[in-house]
Every structure is written in structure tokens, then in C-alpha cells.
């Protein structure tokens, strides 16, 4: 995701591109061609709806809207500066992964590339093999790592195929597909998790346009759920619609406007982990079937709330954002999984010892991770953020950066302790 703008704008900036990258990735060119597929009838009998557990759902109320949250629960914060050269150079960053060794990046709306750094931000490799032949790839779309058998696979929505690189990015073998989708995560056992959000798979009648769909290591489906009604389809229902994922055995998913987090696990079991509730403040779900621009001027109207599905998962923190048409008034969630209490609140930004420059992006081990895009290294160089005490680390990779320079990628962990 893109993040902008100085420090009065940024919690207005944030949701305001977080809605704008979301259009875009519904307006995103993946669609290879396909013919009428027929499932096997073994495939059909094993195709069933998930199966989903609620008993268990923590709720978290957000009872005060002004509520602030201290900046000292951000805590241990590292930066990591992003090597540049003319092989390296990231237009928009669109996901990011992090491993004990790597640092994998894709920008698949400017360079349509996946880029490998090493841990200390020196870059390594990225995609060459372009072209429509064997192992040949034209759209960089998304993106896997299987650590188990040391390869990743990169899913080109173009030619309707994962391609599989070794960890050089040197190609390996590949694998057509016969369906679309817009996100795929995957489990330790082989399986995956897939979301078809925004995709057309009309020529495949048992698989409906937004669904989340389970697979077996070699993309057959096993079960599938969370259909959505024509008028929730029409509406953008599920616009922001993101899979997570912080370990191998569990991912998470979270859709616009159901105020709900799912945790789904290896065998397809799933389960609603926290429901958030908004009390009386919360937008009426008749409102959800409307415009984005007449559901913006009813929430602020009317001063509601609704969650419009950003979440990140670290080994000890959960974050969730609230967002709201009131760019003043936009509440953050931590959830500490140890203990299971939450904090919410307005995270103050005038005087904040250690500037969280935008949303988390992804996590690694207990760490939050997100992007110092270039228009902060350069307001930092300009002294635009004062009331920021800017951590000496950082200082001295601003300095050093260029016009034009990759990003810093920024790490920092969270600490409810009272």
C-alpha cells in the first residue's frame, strides 16, 4: 500500500489511499482467458461450506471515540535502509514479506517485479525471465513463499499460472491454473487459503465471484464460504478484503464492514476470533449497499464508525484501525495475545518520540513493520516533523539518501504493560 503526505494529514492520508489502493487493485488487470471448466465429480462431493465457529469471539467495544492512546506503548524501534541502484529501484511498494534471511518486496503496479534483499537491506535479485514461454512470466501479481521446499511462487494473473523461482529468483517449473484470484496465502501442510475477492470465475459454476476458497498443494478446491449477495458484490462489499498471515498454520482473514476477524487453520477450520462493536455508533448495515461516497457522508453526519478491515498480526500484538469520514478521529487496536486485553485509541502525533510514519505493511517475529516512503526521508531532510524526536539511526540513513532513493523499512514492537 502507498503512504503520503506530512504530519497534520497523515490519519487522513492514510485512509484516504488505503481506500484509493483498494480501487485500484479491483481495477487490476489479472485476467487470463479462460473456457467452461467442469469440476470432477470427486472435486464437486468434496467441496463443502466452511464450517464456522463463533462461540469463541472476543469482543473488543470501542465505547469513547476521543479516548487517546500514550505514544509510549511504541517501543524498540530498527530501520532498515533498502539498497538502490538502477536493478533495484521500487516504484510502489504493493506487499512486503520478511524472513530470517530476506526481505521480499513486490511493486506490481510500477515495476511489475518482485525484488530480494537481504536482511541489512542489500539488494539481491528480482524477476528477469519476462516472455509467454515455459517458466516465462508478464504480470508479477502476487506472491508465496515455501520455505519447506526452499522456492516461491509468483502468480501471473496474465497467463493464468504460478511460476516456482528458488530463492535467486532463477525459475524453477510452473503450474496453469484455471480460476482468478486476488490474494493466496499457504499453510504449513501444502494447502492454501485464497481469496477470490473482485475476480470473475463465472465459467467455473460451482465457485461464485467472492469467496474464500481452501486448497489442496495442488490448487484443487476443498471447501469454500463466505459467498456474497449481487447487491454486496455490486456495492464493493468486500473493497478492502485482506488475507494474513503470521504463522504457517493459521491465517486470518478480514472483510469490510462485518466488524469481525476469522482465523481459518490448515485443515479449513474456522473460527471468529474478535467481534468489534461500536455500540450505537456503529454505521446501519442498510447503509453498507450504498455508495462509498453516500456511506462517507452518512458516518460523518451522523458522527459512526465503521471497520473497514486493516489488520496485522506479530507473534505478541495484534493492530486493527479504525476508520472513519472524521480524519481527526481515527482509533488504533492493539490487542496483547498473551493476556488477550486490548487498548484503543487516537494515537497522539504531536509529540511522539518515535514517528509511525504509516499503517503496518506486515510483521516480523514481534515486530510491526512499516514503510518511510520517500516524501518522509525528504520532509525529515527538511525539518517538517519538529515535535518528532527522530532516532538517531534514521537521522543517519536520511542523510545519506538520495532523490529517489528505495524506501526505509521501519520496525518497531508494542508494549501494553501498564
Not at 525471465?129 to 501479481?141: D, H, K, R, S, T
Not at 476458497?213 to 484443487?220: C, F, I, P, Q
Not at 461500536?278 to 464508525?305: G, W
Not at 534514521?394 to 501498564?418: A, H, R, T
Request: proline content about 2%; overall charge positive.
Amino acid at each position: 500500500m502507498k503512504y503520503y503526505q506530512s504530519i497534520f494529514y497523515i490519519s487522513f492520508t492514510i485512509i484516504t489511499n488505503l481506500l484509493f489502493y483498494s480501487c485500484k487493485e479491483k481495477r487490476e488487470d489479472h485476467n487470463g482467458k479462460f473456457a467452461t471448466y467442469k469440476l470432477s465429480e470427486d472435486q464437486r462431493s468434496r467441496l463443502k461450506e466452511f464450517s464456522i465457529n463463533t462461540s469463541k469471539a472476543r469482543e473488543i467495544v470501542i465505547d469513547n471515540f476521543d479516548k487517546e492512546l500514550s505514544s509510549n506503548i511504541v517501543i524498540n524501534s530498527d530501520y532498515i535502509k533498502l539498497q538502490t541502484n538502477k536493478e533495484s529501484l521500487i516504484g510502489e511498494i504493493s506487499k512486503v514479506i520478511m524472513s530470517d534471511k530476506y526481505i521480499y518486496v513486490l511493486d506490481r503496479f510500477l515495476s511489475n517485479n518482485l525484488f530480494i534483499f537481504s536482511k541489512d537491506g542489500k539488494f539481491l535479485s528480482k524477476v528477469r525471465n519476462f516472455g509467454e514461454g515455459p517458466n516465462e512470466i508478464l504480470q508479477v501479481y502476487d506472491f508465496f513463499v515455501d520455505n519447506d521446499k526452499n522456492k516461491i511462487g509468483i502468480f501471473d494473473g496474465k497467463l493464468s499460472k504460478i511460476v516456482y523461482y528458488n530463492f535467486e529468483l532463477e525459475p524453477l517449473h510452473q503450474k496453469k491454473i484455471h480460476f482468478r484470484f486476488s490474494n493466496i496465502k499457504r499453510f504449513s501442510n501444502g494447502n492454501f487459503l485464497t481469496s477470490v475477492n473482485g475476480s470473475d470465475n463465472s465459467h467455473i459454476a460451482e465457485i461464485d465471484r467472492d469467496e474464500v476458497l481452501l486448497l489442496d498443494s495442488n490448487l484443487n478446491f476443498i471447501q469454500k464460504g463466505f459467498k456474497l449477495s449481487k447487491d454486496e458484490i455490486k456495492n464493493n462489499y468486500t473493497l478492502i478484503d485482506h488475507l494474513h498471515q503470521n504463522n504457517d498454520s493459521c491465517i486470518v482473514w478480514v472483510p469490510k464492514f462485518k466488524n469481525s476477524i476469522f482465523k481459518f487453520n490448515k485443515d479449513g477450520y474456522v473460527e471468529q476470533n474478535y467481534k468489534i462493536s461500536f455500540k450505537k455508533r456503529e454505521v446501519p448495515s442498510e447503509f453498507y449497499l450504498t455508495s462509498t461516497d453516500k456511506l462517507d457522508k452518512i458516518a460523518k453526519e451522523r458522527q459512526l464508525y465503521y471497520y473497514s478491515g486493516h489488520y496485522e498480526e506479530n507473534d505478541n500484538t495484534i493492530f486493527m484501525r479504525i476508520a472513519s469520514p472524521r480524519s481527526k478521529n481515527i482509533i488504533s487496536i492493539f490487542v496483547d495475545k498473551a493476556n488477550n486485553e486490548y487498548v484503543y485509541g487516537q494515537i497522539k502525533m504531536d509529540n511522539l518520540d518515535l514517528p509511525i510514519f504509516s499503517l503496518p505493511i506486515t510483521s516480523f517475529k514481534n515486530n510491526f513493520v512499516t514503510i518511510i516512503e520517500p516524501q518522509y526521508i525528504e520532509g525529515i531532510k527538511k525539518g517538517f516533523y519538529k515535535n518528532y524526536i527522530i532516532p538517531d539511526k534514521l537521522k543517519s540513513m536520511v542523510n545519506i539518501s538520495e532523490e529517489g532513493d528505495n524506501p526505509i523499512i521501519q520496525l518497531y514492537q508494542i508494549s501494553l504493560k501498564k
